[in-house]
């Protein structure tokens, strides 16, 4: 049974940053290309950042480009989202996804890609 559990979410001011984290288990992670996405209130899910299980491969979703980073720590089985310089439109709640048994360069950018996925945790940006 996979488990992701998103944490670092909050309350921040424009310009501000926050970190989240995801920590997975039940399988191995460092097998699995991971994927964080977000949704707003009345908006479809939107893809921010995939990485390779490798993590050799990163890419980004045009609105985040240059502000957020994804990263992952395989000796702790976790994945992180360096979040700076946010703006009021990066308010929604954040997921993390996985998908196991994949190439090592396989990346993910919709959500249909992904087989597991967080409870999600929420970020907020005053403006």
């Known amino acids: 049974q996979v488990q992701l559990v998103e944490s670092g979410g909050g309350l921040v001011q424009a310009g501000g940053s926050l970190r989240l984290s995801c920590a997975a288990s039940?399988?191995?992670?460092?097998?699995?290309?991971m994927g964080w996405f977000r949704q707003a209130p009345g908006k479809e899910r939107e893809f921010v950042a995939t990485?390779?299980?490798?993590?050799?491969?990163?890419y980004y979703g045009d609105s985040v480009k240059g502000r957020f980073t994804i990263s992952r720590d395989n000796a702790k089985n976790t994945v992180y989202l360096q979040m700076n310089s946010l703006k009021p439109e990066d308010t929604a709640v954040y997921y993390c996804?996985?998908?196991?048994?994949?190439?090592?360069?396989?990346?993910?950018?919709?959500?249909?890609?992904?087989?597991?996925w967080g409870q999600g945790t929420q970020v907020t940006v005053s403006s």
């Open positions: 039940g399988r191995t992670f460092s097998s699995a290309a």
């Open positions: 996804a996985a998908r196991f048994t994949v190439p090592g360069t396989f990346v993910g950018f919709t959500p249909k890609e992904y087989d597991y």
């Open positions: 990485i390779s299980w490798s993590g050799g491969n990163t």
